[in-house]
């Protein structure tokens, strides 16, 4: 078993998966992948499990159904520190998230930092093929987030992340109660917070996201209203223990 975990929450990713996957194995190899299905109808869940079988390395949870992004990855974190991984990082499974940054974070993880978050608004980052409205809602969702709670972190909602597992376990995972992109927010967040407390090292490097090329966005209203008004709701969480 390697130290590392890449965790992939996948619903209708067929088109991708095997792509994905290989293309990360070519760029490192020593990383281990865990699949976390919601029952896929297009047979993702299946595809991964004739991927495994021949490959050690890559791991299958199947779920019942569509639970959410934040819950795939809580079960994620959870089964990384059952299986005593050191370090575990969070991407996409349509290509948005490029492989090839994959050796960025694992430099970073050498070089002692805790939480290193896949930007793309740092000098070198940015987004392609986005249409201006949707440019325009990320960029001011993160304004929003950094100027409600005090985060200083540029990207607060994006899913390109890499986490120290021993970070993991200082936080309550049960009561991370986001499950869409606002899942994003509150774990950045809670771990900001616990820079008060802990000499923690948090680093942003830059990223270029690509929009998907197969499959359906699965942003809809439903988690932008989550995230609006989870950031009001971490705020007076702090404003309450303090």
């Known amino acids: 078993m390697n130290k590392y975990l890449i965790i992939i929450p996948t619903y209708n990713e067929k088109g991708n998966i095997s792509s994905l996957i290989e293309k990360i194995f070519h760029i490192e190899n020593s990383l281990d992948i865990l699949i976390i299905d919601d029952n896929s109808p297009d047979g993702t869940g299946r595809l991964v499990d004739d991927l495994s079988g021949n490959d050690s390395r890559i791991a299958v949870i199947h779920r019942s159904g569509k639970q959410g992004l934040g819950t795939a990855y809580i079960r994620g974190f959870k089964y990384a520190l059952e299986q005593n991984y050191k370090f575990v990082i969070t991407m996409d499974a349509d290509f948005s998230h490029n492989p090839q940054y994959l050796s960025g974070f694992l430099a970073k993880f050498k070089q002692g930092y805790d939480l290193v978050v896949g930007s793309r608004y740092v000098p070198g980052g940015g987004i392609c093929n986005w249409p201006y409205h949707r440019l325009f809602l990320s960029k001011w969702a993160n304004l929003y987030t950094r100027m409600v709670t005090g985060i200083e972190i540029k990207d607060a909602t ?14 309550n995972l049960d009561k991370i109660g986001a499950n869409g992109y606002g899942f994003q927010i509150e774990m950045k967040y809670n771990i900001y917070r616990k820079t008060k407390e802990k000499d923690l090292k948090i680093e ?3 990223i270029i996201f690509h929009d998907r090329k197969f499959g359906e966005s699965k942003l809809g209203k439903g988690i932008i209203k989550e995230a609006f008004f989870l950031v009001w709701k971490l705020r007076f969480r702090n404003y309450i223990k303090n």
Do not use: A, C
């Open 204 to 206: 942003e490097i830059p």
């Open 158 to 171: 994006g899913g390109f992340n890499g986490y120290k597992v021993e970070l993991l376990r200082l936080l």
